[in-house]
């Protein structure tokens, strides 16, 4: 093990002792066993002597003010020095697959540890580690051109187009095109771009968004929609036209640059469907492309359009090449078994994710405070009060995913190759972007809106309030944007789709999202005690009731305080 890596694990101990987590001297010493094939080990000796305070005084666990009887004391001081060390420069952004994501899960598991939590990862220790591919587009050689009318016009590569959805096989493809219009595919409203439309084996064209007089379509409308649902008709590849005045663009526009400025991460080829792309024309290529092939951008937007149609004489051609270099990661697991003979089987799950997207070019770190070192924090803060108290009669993991910000993968990997029965999980209670806008005031989903609302959302309405915050179906502060939008979002997703109940607390988007200014200055540390009060108890209720929780077939909407969002 090398130094860089042992020494963090040493100082998360220390502090951890010293925070007052754990009276157990064993916790000071013992080791804590990697999963197997990690190239991280995690045996290390917390220091003899405790850290030093910011004013130079020596602290230890049998006089720093965590040992007090006040848990609200302790609570805050936990807060306080996770968010801190979450967030702070030398942690380097916390992107998945790199050094400081290794110290990143080696801290988390040193606290689990202290806090006195049981091993719940691979071969009795604290990991679950995962394969990746780290893939990197190679620029230069990069080649989008249209074919029509004899002629060919190549578009160059960030300039003109963005490309998503690649691993590291990269692309070599030719095909015919249709265009779908929005792309969308929804039985509730009786909406089917598709119909009619001979999508199979061909380039997909559609428009960013969803139309402007249907806001019920925006969270089908989101782009993983679309490309799911070409996925599903068959198509080669989806080419999505952006608009300059349209929000949803510009925030996609933002993301997929991201992709292609830094190495994007996806499972091995063995692990994983073959890649397929997703090209994003910018606003002007999108209207220059639109102009060649005969769609009327203006008269789509303004609706209700037409039904979709193949684009005669037209042929796209693709080829890029990626540069993929082997590498892994790690989601951590601390247990709180459960007391009831009956029940213990039966898993809770609390999960966060603790990555961010690590450092811009120029040095500048992604803190990631709030994305989701707030997250985190409230998961870690939880576990550590929870484990002093006398256990539940269902078993609590708390799961500490690492790839979030490569899409979902910790989540997906674990979902796939879980660490207890999938069938004993009884719910999964998310949360992600908690320490900002409504002081208050927490958003969630799914709402009675969705398909998959059920009792563990009415049981968290009902449950807010005592802890003093409200739970609302948008995201506070943030108008309309209901938190529905992010479903497939953040990793409770990949439960969901196995069938698990979910919620997802999430406070919503601000100016700093995905910024270096995420920094922790801004984190309302009140609301995240709040928030630790919250999963606190929502997760106690779930885990010593009689009946699991359960999908509603009904969408009544829970009884909710006042001002809850649409």
């Not at 649902?229 to 608009?243: F, P, Q, R, S």
């Not at 190495?263 to 063995?270: H, I, V």
């Amino acid at each position: 093990m090398s130094l860089r890596i042992a020494l963090p694990l040493t100082f998360a101990l220390g502090l951890a002792v010293a925070l007052g987590c754990t009276t157990d001297k064993s916790a000071r010493t013992s080791s804590a066993p990697a999963a197997s094939g990690s190239s991280v080990g995690a045996t290390a000796t917390a220091p003899d002597v405790a850290p030093r305070s910011a004013g130079g005084t020596a602290t230890g666990a049998a006089t720093t003010p965590l040992a007090s009887a006040d848990p609200e004391a302790k609570i805050r001081r936990l807060i306080d020095a996770h968010i801190e060390f979450l967030g702070s420069d030398d942690l380097g952004g916390r992107e998945t697959g790199t050094v400081q994501s290794l110290i990143t899960a080696q801290y988390i598991a040193a606290a689990f540890r202290a806090a006195g939590l049981k091993p719940g990862g691979e071969q009795g220790g604290w990991f679950q580690s995962y394969p990746m591919e780290s893939n990197r587009v190679v620029m230069d050689e990069a080649r989008l051109v249209l074919h029509a009318g004899g002629g060919e016009t190549t578009l160059e590569l960030f300039d003109d187009y963005l490309l998503g959805g690649f691993g590291g096989e990269g692309f070599a493809l030719q095909g015919e095109v249709v265009f779908a219009n929005y792309g969308i595919v929804d039985a509730d409203s009786k909406t089917d771009d598709y119909a009619g439309l001979d999508a199979k084996g061909r380039f997909v064209v559609v428009l960013d968004g969803h139309p402007a007089d249907r806001p019920e379509l925006r969270r089908v409308g989101m782009s993983r929609g679309k490309r799911m649902t070409a996925k599903e008709h068959g198509a080669a590849g989806l080419i999505v036209l952006t608009d300059s005045e349209s929000h949803d663009s510009a925030q996609l526009l933002e993301i997929m640059e991201d992709r292609l400025r830094y190495p994007t991460l996806s499972m091995p080829p063995e692990e994983r469907e073959a890649a397929w792309p997703t090209i994003v024309l910018r606003p002007e290529a999108s209207q220059t492309f639109a102009q060649k092939v005969g769609i009327d951008l203006a008269a789509v937007r303004a609706g209700p359009a037409g039904p979709g149609r193949p684009l005669a004489g037209l042929m796209v051609e693709l080829n890029a090449q990626v540069e993929a270099v082997r590498t892994h990661a790690d989601n951590i697991l601390g247990l709180i078994p459960g007391s009831d003979p009956k029940l213990r089987d039966e898993v809770v799950i609390v999960s966060a994710h603790n990555d961010h997207i690590g450092t811009m070019k120029d040095g500048t770190v992604n803190n990631g405070a709030d994305d989701n070192g707030s997250g985190t924090t409230t998961l870690m803060t939880a576990a550590a009060t929870l484990a002093a108290q006398a256990p539940p009669r269902r078993t609590i993991l708390f799961l500490s995913v690492s790839g979030e910000e490569k899409g979902l993968l910790g989540s997906d990997w674990w979902c796939k190759h879980p660490t207890v029965p999938l069938d004993h999980v009884v719910a999964d209670i998310n949360i992600d972007m908690v320490g900002r806008n409504d002081p208050d005031a927490v958003g969630a989903t799914p709402s009675p809106k969705h398909v998959d609302y059920n009792t563990l959302v009415t049981r968290a309405v009902e449950l807010g309030p005592t802890v003093g915050l409200e739970i609302t179906w948008n995201a506070p502060k943030a108008g309309d944007d209901t938190v529905d939008n992010y479903y497939q979002r953040s990793d409770h997703y990949n439960f969901a789709e196995h069938g698990i109940p979910v919620v997802f607390f999430f406070s919503g988007v601000h100016e700093d999202y995905h910024r270096p200014t995420d920094d922790i200055e801004k984190i309302d540390r009140e609301k995240l005690r709040k928030m630790v009060h919250l999963v606190m108890a929502l997760v106690t209720d779930v885990a010593n009731a009689d009946e699991r929780p359960r999908k509603l077939t009904e969408l009544p909407a829970p009884a909710a305080p006042a001002g809850v969002g649409k």
